[in-house]
T-cell receptor, first 115, second 109 residues
Framework: DAGVIQSPRHEVTEMGQEVTLRCKPI?????LFWYRQTMMRGLELLIY????????DSGMPEDRFSAKMPNASFSTLKIQPSEPRDSAVYFC???FGQGANTEAFFGQGTRLTVV | AQRVTQPEKLLSVFKGAPVELKCNYS??????LFWYVQYSRQRLQLLLR??SRESIKGFTADLNKGETSFHLKKPFAQEEDSAMYYC???????????FGKGTRLHILP
């Protein structure tokens, strides 16, 4: 398995534009997490899914942020409209809740810059 | 709610000196605890988990339930240990994983 795959790796967009970040979790994993990493706040959990169902979205900053997981192999995080303060690295991670290895495996991240 | 605290944002240690990265958590139950590491321009990766009680790259971490701590230690720092380290907590296998704000470890030559 190639691991968790995120796209794009880098995104530069203008304020007000819609941004969509994509994630392909590791095949067979049943939990998926979206995190945002900034210097000030560290690694914040935005939302997580279990078996494709959103379980906790309390970390989503505001209504401009939304996330979907239409099937077990794909998830999106959308920001509409984007603002400069959304600039950060966004990570997707997945995990499997059984067996010995229950830790989260991370993607390479998407570096978002909103100008 | 559960919380993970890493009190140091930056820790500078001379090569060959001992390293201790502090992590405290707040949760009344028995969580799973992890240490993740992020080397420059790389993805976050698991360093070790408390249930394995193993040593990875010379690092160990002991869960102290009385002090609700999970400090990461290494007796002799190496230059390649320079990285960002995150402590993380999970209540159970299907729950969310909460991270501390991270500690940047800088090993001085």
């Amino acid at each position: 398995d190639a691991g968790v795959i995120q796209s794009p790796r880098h995104e530069v967009t203008e304020m007000g534009q819609e941004v969509t970040l994509r994630c392909k979790p590791i095949s067979g994993h049943n939990s998926l997490f979206w995190y945002r990493q900034t210097m000030m706040r560290g690694l914040e959990l935005l939302i997580y899914f279990n078996n494709n169902v959103p379980i906790d979205d309390s970390g989503m900053p505001e209504d401009r942020f939304s996330a979907k997981m239409p099937n077990a192999s794909f998830s999106t995080l959308k920001i509409q409209p984007s603002e400069p303060r959304d600039s950060a690295v966004y990570f997707c991670a997945s995990s499997f809740g059984q067996g010995a290895n229950t830790e989260a495996f991370f993607g390479q991240g998407t570096r978002l810059t909103v100008v | 709610a559960q919380r993970v605290t890493q009190p140091e944002k930056l820790l500078s240690v001379f090569k060959g000196a001992p390293v201790e990265l502090k992590c405290n958590y707040s949760y009344s139950g028995s969580p799973e605890l992890f240490w993740y590491v992020q080397y420059s321009r790389q993805r976050l990766q698991l360093l070790l988990r408390h249930i394995s009680r193993e040593s990875i790259k010379g690092f160990t971490a002991d869960l102290n339930k009385g002090e609700t701590s999970f400090h990461l230690k290494k007796p002799f720092a190496q230059e390649e240990d320079s990285a960002m380290y995150y402590c993380a907590l999970r209540r159970n296998r299907d729950d969310k994983i909460i991270f501390g704000k991270g500690t940047r470890l800088h090993i001085l030559p």
